[in-house]
């Protein structure tokens, strides 16, 4: 390839970091973006590091959702597999937490939306476009560390695979305990649970990966309707993927939040019937 | 008609700076009718490419107010009032002289790519037959006037300096193009990784922002162009499967 443009030599001066004649704000969102991100780190770490207070009834935290097996000390009926294992170290914190964060952390990491909002929000920028990029020696997603991106596909069956279990939650959210038995009915925490699976759904439906695989790796989707249909159903998704991923990372902290407020007994779901 | 300050930059390869002009502004002026004026009544020599004045030859790219645009689709009453209006040319690429650069990097870069290369005909006419379905998705990218916005404001070239190793959007939005087309048997994916260097872009979408004809150049032609390239080096399963090489 070509190296640097011939016959005039001299390429205009690099800018410093932010420096640009845009005369609008170009810094806010970035800043509210890097702001938001922070807030649902901090939160997210320590509700996952709290271990408790994230069932109330039929309601279970998404963050805690599959709950594997529930801390010593406390007993809870969602756990697929009972009490904590013997084999945790002694020495480790445990949440049930922990055993599931890995999955869509890894996943949204990954994400082609988050990773062009986090690389301007904190590295390697450039924080707006056409506003100076800081430092020298730009590796981009060629070389390691930022290669590792590359493995956002064999995050997305993990991905996939928690939506199965939060509509599960949903369902399981629409049973209540009634004299003898269960009851069907319907509360504001059904209705937090139930928006929830919606949304992670819309964004997990929307990944750019699983529309590659779907449909766009291949150049014929003619006579396939199969594939045909669930490519425009991703790409449909895809194309709203930015709005899906701040609507489901909001709401997913929103549902843990209403559901500890409720464990913790200072809020009380409200049943609709 | 109201005076409104306009900030030039003026110079060459060698160097130069912003120099300011009045201007007196008519309805419905665009910013090349500004500096159409300003070489005609106060700068005989300013240099400035331009053509068909309608957004469609991509001659007049340059940077208003720090942002890449097409001067003759950039009307001056949509520019903050109280603030003189920028006009550099566009810092990718050397400076010719004013608001004229080199862009002639593009051209040999272009030279560089696979050709395309159609399939036997399937047709006994000698032709081929395509679907309008998946003519569709390499068609967007047909729209594209090589204005070189999106090289423009692509960080890697304009911050990073990186034309040795990095093609930067356009080069991409033509790779998509053929790689896309039904008929085309090539297979440019290597390419992709080593010499063009799609791997440095991280994703800004800041050339779909300034793309003059709304063509979705991260989603449909980078981010497909990342994951083909995926499918031929990175993912082993992808890789056994022999995926993306139909």
């Known amino acids: ?111 082609y939306y988050y990773r062009g909002a986090y690389y301007k929000s904190y590295w390697p920028g450039p924080p707006s476009c056409s506003v100076g990029t800081p430092g020298t020696g730009y590796m981009g997603e060629r070389h390691f560390p930022l290669i590792i991106q590359n493995i956002h596909r064999y995050t997305l069956p993990f991905a996939l695979l928690l939506l199965v279990f ?38 997990t439906f929307g990944c750019h990966s699983l529309r590659h695989i779907v449909g766009g790796g291949i150049d014929r989707l003619a ?19 930015m709005r899906f991923a701040w609507f489901s990372l909001f709401w ?7 559901v500890r407020l409720c464990a913790m007994g200072i809020w009380t779901d409200l049943r609709i019937f | 008609m109201a005076k409104t300050e306009f900030q030039v930059w003026r110079g060459d390869s060698s160097g130069g700076e912003l120099q300011s002009y009045q201007v007196d502004v008519g309805p419905g002026y665009v910013v090349l009718d500004a500096i159409h004026q300003i070489q005609a009544e106060q700068a005989n020599d300013l240099a400035v490419r331009w053509n068909c004045k309608a957004g469609k030859c991509g001659s007049c790219s340059a940077e208003v107010n720090g942002s890449p645009r097409l001067m003759c689709m950039t009307r001056v009453d949509d520019l903050p009032k109280d603030k003189p209006i920028t006009v550099e040319p566009m810092r990718t ?53 090589e204005c070189f916005l999106c090289q423009d404001v692509c960080h890697v070239l304009r911050d990073h300096h990186m034309h040795d190793r990095f093609a930067g959007p356009r080069m991409f939005v033509y790779v998509a193009n053929l790689e896309m087309n039904p008929i085309d048997t090539g297979n440019r994916v290597a390419q992709l990784r080593d010499e ?6 991280n994703i800004t979408k800041c050339c779909t922002k300034v793309c003059p004809e709304h063509i979705t150049i991260t989603d449909n032609a980078i981010i497909p162009l990342k994951e083909r390239v995926v499918d031929q080096s990175y993912d082993p399963i992808a890789k056994l499967l022999g995926a993306g090489k139909e």
């Open chain 1, 1 to 111: 390839m070509p190296s640097t443009p011939s016959k005039v030599t001299a390429l205009p001066v690099k800018r410093g970091f932010g420096e640009t004649l845009r005369p609008d704000a170009w810094w806010i969102q970035p800043v509210v973006v890097g702001l938001g991100f922070l807030a649902f780190i901090v939160y997210s770490t320590w509700a996952a590091f709290q271990g408790a207070f994230y069932s109330s009834g039929n309601l279970l935290s998404p963050f805690y959702s599959p709950e594997l097996w529930y801390p010593l000390g406390e007993v809870s009926e969602h756990a697929l597999f009972g009490a904590q294992p013997g084999w945790w170290p002694g020495f480790l914190p445990y949440s049930p937490a922990f055993l599931i964060l890995w999955a869509p952390v890894s996943f949204r990491l990954t994400c």
């Open chain 1, 166 to 203: 939060l509509a599960s939650d949903a369902w399981k959210a629409l049973w209540f305990a009634a004299p003898g038995g269960e009851e069907f009915g319907l509360s504001v925490g059904t209705l937090v649970l139930t928006a929830n699976v919606c949304l992670l759904g819309s964004y």
């Open chain 1, 223 to 241: 006579g396939r309707p199969v594939r045909r249909t669930a490519y425009e159903c991703v790409s449909w998704c895809n194309k709203r993927h």
């Open chain 1, 252 to 258: 997913v902290g929103f549902s843990d939040a209403y």
């Open chain 2, 93 to 145: 690429f050397p400076s010719v002289k004013d608001l004229v650069t080199d862009v002639s990097w593009n051209y040999e870069v272009k030279k560089t790519i696979q050709r395309f290369m159609p399939s036997k005909p399937d047709a006994a006419d000698g032709t081929w037959r395509m679907d309008q379905y998946d003519v569709e998705r390499p068609q967007e990218f047909r729209k594209c006037i």
């Open chain 2, 196 to 201: 063009l260097g799609v791997g440095y872009c």
